[in-house]
């Protein structure tokens, strides 16, 4: 199925002329060599352009549409009118100038072998270049000096001729493409892509620029141990892939991860996604709505926009129109050495997937504090929530960035380990953020739990609800409360420090009751809410009247709501209840000090 969308994908894009044709590619090249009609170079010149990279300019290789370079492994293996310098000059600084010499030999025999029967001047000037050119000399010469640095690190060149470049040459180009065409010494069997016999791959092209993976390139199908082989066959006769396909499915790959302004990384996966009929406008409306990358439409456009798509309405996005029943295809690949893993695959219709993402955001809808600048919480601050933010490696669990991505793109239920993620970062932290309290609504809504009722699963303070741990969770809040003004009475509740909470260690507390009782009190509540009541006697007193009776009329509906007596042990999903009442009784405090402080100041 993965092969079949990227083979159609190329066909699309092949036939809007975006991609390169069966036998040619695109690569990346940052010198031109000129030649005149001897064979003689006359100068070197920097190709490279201009490319935008993190908000700066910096220089990078052209891509020019050239002959499809080889995959190598350890042989030598030369390429047509681009190479490096090894190749193309016969010097590099590898070390090994007697291997270096071979390489040059077999460049210049397989330009002998192509253009031999090319009767073109720009064909007569390469082959008077090889012919004469002498490789033990190469680094003296005049025209090389200024680019030595770079072509030494292995920059790839290219011939220009006559001021035109050889490749662009139809007699050339007609050359390499019967050699090319009848290359191949695969044996005849059925293209598993395509259906038909023929011909198949021994070795596919390489996939780049997956992150992690190497620079070189890596496979995305292929077979190195007798353990992955059957029936006797070897390499990727194992999958037969013919020649037409394996060019198109890893050229169509290699093409969307080329598009640096639709590939994003979730966890340890760089992820592609693409629409059936090419049309990059759903790329776009995707990343906008799922990443968070910029738009060129405004927040209420955009909400307006995909509002129409997940009622299955076509609309109007970036000058094209965008038809919620369009084929989406969405690919995530690990690096696993000199090999590619699939970490996910989905294939939906668009509107499909904006509804569910649109009802994941809906499940995540939860009281957002004043200083928080994410109307939305986008995947990769989700994902940040099960990780310590202060170690070397921030990256969350290797599976659960795609079995999260799975859930919302596909609607199902979270990854269990999501939650239990969240739940670790609370024990360590103490601290539940937006993000952290909106997984566990979401998490609990997708996967409703009799001790996490709908009740306590709101956006906002529900002060109706009578659920035992998560009234427990307000009256710690409050409890933390009380501590903070009795050390300082004139400390506001909206100054903070952190996403939740005030800093009460500020004002001469060195352990706070959240410091040293939090994680008791939300798993063993009958061993610690009685301390923290008999605490919060004594930091009343230090009150005035006014605020004691505020606070006791508090602590008195909340106390009244529990009953007489602590429950004395609270499950998993209970400790997430606990944790809801936490967070909405904090920001609810806040929100009451926001009001409080705009009334007084108009």
């Excluded at 996910?344 to 955001?361: K, L, P, Q, V």
Aim: aromatic residues 8%; glycine residues 6%; charged residues 20%.
């Amino acid at each position: 199925m993965i092969l079949q969308s990227l083979v159609a994908h190329y066909e699309t894009l092949a036939a809007h002329g975006k991609i390169a044709r069966l036998g040619w590619a695109a690569v990346p090249v940052s010198f031109v060599l000129y030649i005149d009609d001897t064979g003689a170079l006359t100068q070197v010149v920097s190709a490279k352009i201009e490319v935008q990279k993190k908000e700066k300019s910096v220089l990078s290789p052209q891509p020019m549409t050239l002959p499809a370079p080889v995959k190598r492994a350890s042989s030598i293996s030369p390429n047509f009118l681009c190479d490096h310098s090894g190749y193309m000059l016969g010097f590099d600084n590898k070390g090994k100038p007697k291997r270096t010499l071979e390489c040059f030999a077999a460049c210049k025999a397989l330009h002998e072998s192509l253009l031999s029967d090319v009767d073109t001047p720009a064909a007569k000037a390469i082959l008077a270049f090889f012919r004469t050119w002498e490789p033990e000399k190469a680094t003296e010469h005049p025209a090389l000096q200024d680019a030595m640095e770079e072509l030494l690190k292995g920059a790839n060149l290219v011939f220009r001729y006559s001021g035109a470049y050889p490749h662009d040459d139809p007699e050339i180009q007609a050359a390499w493409q019967r050699t090319y065409d009848a290359a191949g010494d695969g044996p005849e069997m059925v293209c598993l892509v395509t259906g038909i016999k023929g011909p198949v791959e021994t070795i596919h092209p390489s996939i780049k620029k997956v992150v992690g993976a190497q620079s070189s390139g890596a496979a995305l199908v292929s077979f190195n141990a007798d353990a992955f082989c059957s029936y006797g066959k070897t390499q990727n006769l194992n999958a037969p892939t013919g020649k037409y396909a394996a060019f198109a499915y890893t050229s169509a790959l290699n093409h969307l991860l080329a598009d640096t302004d639709h590939v994003f990384r979730i966890g340890d996966a760089t992820v592609v996604f693409w629409a059936k009929n090419g049309e990059p406008a759903y790329q776009n409306l995707f990343s906008s709505s799922f990443f968070d990358s910029p738009s060129s439409y405004s927040a209420s456009k955009l909400q307006n926009t995909l509002e129409k798509l997940c009622k299955g309405d076509s609309v109007s996005y970036e000058e094209s129109r965008l038809d919620p029943n369009m084929d989406f295809y969405i690919l995530g690949l690990s690096p696993n050495a000199a090999r590619l893993s699939v970490r996910f695959f989905m294939h939906n219709t668009f509107g499909s997937i904006i509804r569910n993402i649109e009802a994941h955001y809906n499940r995540l809808e939860i009281v957002r504090p004043s200083f928080d600048s994410f109307p939305t919480i986008p995947l990769w601050k989700l994902l940040s929530e099960t990780t310590n933010q202060n170690a070397r490696d921030k990256s969350p669990a290797a599976n659960l960035s795609g079995d999260t991505l799975r859930a919302i793109l596909n609607n199902t239920d979270y990854p269990a380990t999501l939650r239990n993620g969240v739940a670790m970062r609370i024990r360590a932290e103490r601290n539940i953020t937006r993000g952290r309290a909106a997984i566990l609504k979401a998490y609990y809504t997708k996967r409703p739990h009799p001790d996490v009722p709908k009740e306590v699963l709101t956006v906002s303070l529900n002060p109706d609800s009578s659920n035992v741990p998560y009234t427990l969770g307000r009256l710690f809040s409050v409890l933390e409360d009380i501590q903070a003004k009795s050390a300082n009475p004139n400390l506001q509740s909206s100054q903070k420090s952190s996403e939740n909470e005030s800093n009460p260690k500020n004002s001469g507390i060195n352990t706070t009751i959240k410091d040293r009782y939090f994680n008791g009190a939300s798993a063993t509540p009958s061993h610690v809410f009685p301390v923290l009541i008999n605490l919060a006697q004594k930091h009343l007193r230090k009150l005035n009247s006014g605020t004691q009776k505020h606070y006791n009329k508090k602590l008195g509906e909340l106390m009244d709501k529990l009953g007489e007596s602590y429950p004395t042990h609270l499950s998993l999903p209970q400790q997430g209840a606990f944790q809801l009442g936490y967070y909405h009784e904090t920001q609810a405090r806040y929100a009451a000090h926001t009001d409080k402080e705009e009334e007084e100041n108009v």
